[in-house]
Every structure is written in C-alpha cells, then in structure tokens.
C-alpha cells in the first residue's frame, strides 16, 4: 500500500528512493538531495550582469520620476503661499508684508522674514514653528512644511552649486527655498509692497526660488538664485499663477524697468 501510494505522489527523480528498506534507516529522499547543486561562478555572474543592466535601465526612469514629483511639489507650495499672500493683503487694506519685519523682537531670527508673517495664513499654528525641527531654513532638521522646495531641500551642501544660477557668488547660505522681490519697492527688504504698485500682477514676480532672503534682479542673477528644476526654476506671480521657467526667460539685471521685476 504505501509503495503503490509513494508512486502515485511522488516524482520520478526520488521514487525509487523510496523504495528502500524504510526501516534500514537510510534516507527516502537521498537521491534527490544528491541532484541539487549550488549556482556555478558563471551563473552567478550571468545573475549579476542582468541585475545591473536592468538597474541602469530604470534609474534614468526613477530619477526623472522624482525629479517630476519634486517639481510638482514645489508647484503646489507656490500656489498655497500666493493665496497665504493675497489674503495677507486683503486682510491688510492691500498691503503684502514685507521681505523683512523690522520688530526688534525679530531681529537675528527667522521670525523677521516675510514666509514666518504668513506662517498662520497657509494653515500651520504659531505652536508649529520650531527651530530646527520645522523653520523656514533647509541646514537641518525635517522642515516638513510649504516653504522648501524638496529638490532644495534634498540637495548635499557639497553639490549646491549645481543647482545655482550661472553667476551666482555665495555657499549654500541659510538654504532657504523662497525669497519675496522686492523689485517693485526699489529693492528695499523693509519696504511692504502694495497692490496698487502692481500695474501687471500676471507677469510680475512675487516669490522666486532662492537661497536667502530677500530677492530682486541682483541677487537672484548674481547671488542666491537656484535653479533646481533641470535649470529651470518656478516663479509665482502676483496674479497668483505659477509658472516653470527657464533662466534664459527671466529678465536679466540689465532689464531693472521689465515688469518681471519692477511690476510696471
């Protein structure tokens, strides 16, 4: 009975194993042990080829699957801010806060700069803001909020440069992502922008990416500006819209009267 049950069920490579003397002590299934083998050099080789081909095959994929994901990102963070922005001045008889806050308890933090003003106006509590855990600046810390672009963010101090406008002439600065321009109030960092200053909200900058606080045509072309996005940086406008631009597009510093900058 169990003879004929083991030739039902069982493959031919061990079934004449099985039928050994069972009571003899010897193993049912040595046969078949003595068929396996471990991979030879060559297939394990073989195995190894094919892995890395296939990795380099898809890493270009992967990165330029976070590289969108960064992008896009960074493209909702500019929206929300515009609107934290305009509801800033709307509340404020059409003032926008300054690039700098002059309050002496301000001073030396990074509660003077306008992205803490409308902290509470894109949805955080005042509670939430915590240096270096959740603040404005990229060095450390998680900084899980709308003011880093992750590409910024996520860039070493040793390869920041790459992600810097040609001309640009600083280290990696206080690694912020946003800077408001402050080229419709003469560059002044202390000045408040006010609607009525803007004859053209739909191609005047507002906030631009870049590395330190604030922004206008000089320090972005020849300072802080970045350009995170494949050479290309996003811009928010006055009118609230967002828009990726290359930096061959964004007027040069020779250009002080384009209303890009000067919002006329």
């Known amino acids: 009975m169990m ?15 099985w039928s050994c003397n069972h009571d003899c002590g010897c193993d049912p299934l040595s046969k078949w042990r003595l068929q396996e083998r471990a991979f030879t050099v060559i297939e394990l080789s073989v195995t190894i080829m094919i892995m890395a081909v296939i990795t380099a095959l898809l890493f270009p994929a992967l990165r330029n699957a976070q590289a969108q994901s960064d992008m896009a990102i960074c493209t ?3 929206r929300k801010i515009g609107v934290a922005l305009l509801t800033y001045a709307a509340e404020n008889g059409g003032v926008f806060p300054a690039s700098e806050n002059t309050d002496p308890k301000y001073a030396g933090t990074q509660c003077k700069h306008w992205s803490y003003t409308i902290w509470t106006y894109v949805g955080y509590s005042a509670s939430s803001f915590r240096y270096p855990d959740n603040d404005l600046q990229g060095n450390s810390g998680e900084d899980r909020n709308m003011f880093h672009c992750p590409a910024t963010k996520r860039q070493s101090v040793r390869k920041f440069q790459e992600i810097q406008t040609p001309n640009a002439n600083s280290s990696a600065g206080n690694r912020f992502s946003y800077a408001l321009n402050t080229g419709p109030v003469n560059n002044s960092a202390i000045t408040a922008i006010r609607s009525m200053q803007i004859a053209n909200s739909s191609a005047t900058a507002m906030v631009l990416e870049q590395n330190e606080n604030p922004s206008n045509r000089f320090l972005f072309h020849n300072f802080y500006g970045l350009l995170p996005h494949s050479k290309k940086c996003n811009i928010l406008f006055f009118d609230g819209h967002v828009s990726l631009m290359p930096y061959t597009d964004i007027p040069p510093v020779s250009q002080a009267s384009a209303s890009f900058w000067s919002g006329q």
Do not use: V
């Open 3 to 17: 003879r004929s049950f083991a030739h039902m069920i069982l493959p031919d490579i061990y079934r004449d194993s």
């Open 76 to 78: 909702s963070n500019l």
